[in-house]
């Protein structure tokens, strides 16, 4: 069973970075993918980055392509989201997310999707 755990969230100014972390503590040898959602006050959340199994295959929402980067570290049950170049609008609680395939995530298919508890991101002007 996936147990996702995120941190690294926090306060960045307007044109500053933060790393994210989500951690798997669950006992799974099934391979799965990870992605991230983020939801900012008064909003819908929403997809931001996935990943599959072995990190080769990348997905990004075009607010977000070209200043975060989703990486994965399978010996450690971990994946990342380095966020560059951080704007206002960035400002949310940012979701791990785990599910069989990164395509169901990116797509919105979230039925069977593991979630963590959330981390705050908040970008200053």
């Known amino acids: 069973q996936v147990r996702l755990e995120e941190s690294g969230g926090g306060l960045a100014q307007t044109g500053g970075s933060l790393t994210l972390s989500c951690a798997d503590s669950?006992?799974?040898?099934?391979?799965?993918?990870m992605g991230w959602f983020r939801q900012a006050l008064g909003k819908e959340r929403e997809f931001v980055s996935a990943?599959?199994?072995?990190?080769?295959?990348?997905y990004y929402a075009d607010s977000v392509k070209g200043r975060f980067t989703i990486s994965r570290d399978n010996a450690k049950n971990t994946v990342y989201l380095q966020m560059n170049s951080l704007q206002p609008e960035d400002t949310a609680v940012y979701y791990c997310?785990?599910?069989?395939?990164?395509?169901?995530?990116?797509?919105?298919?979230?039925?069977?999707?593991?979630w963590g508890q959330g981390t705050q991101v908040t970008v200053s002007s």
């Open positions: 669950g006992r799974t040898s099934t391979p799965y993918a």
């Open positions: 990943t599959d199994w072995t990190g080769t295959n990348t």
């Open positions: 997310a785990a599910d069989s395939t990164p395509l169901l995530l990116l797509r919105g298919w979230l039925s069977g999707t593991t």
